[in-house]
């Protein structure tokens, strides 16, 4: 499942490089602190490698 917004990937990103121990999981906040928390390696990496040409910043919560 590719990101919805260049924020998404970003944070997923950052998730990713805790999950793999490449940056410390303190300095997570936000997002990337959620997706760290309740997303697999795989997923993240899914939401991560998603090319940001033509994404939205940004992209309202729609809960």
Do not use: C, I, N, W
């Not at 998404?8 to 602190?33: D, F, I, M, N």
């Amino acid at each position: 499942m590719p990101a919805r917004s260049k924020a998404q990937q970003r944070a997923a990103g950052a998730a990713l490089s805790a999950k793999r121990g490449e940056t410390k999981v303190a300095e997570l906040q936000g997002a990337s602190r959620e997706m760290y928390d309740s997303m697999t390696e795989d997923e993240l990496e899914d939401f991560a490698s998603t090319d940001l040409d033509g994404l939205p910043d940004h992209v309202e919560d729609d809960r």
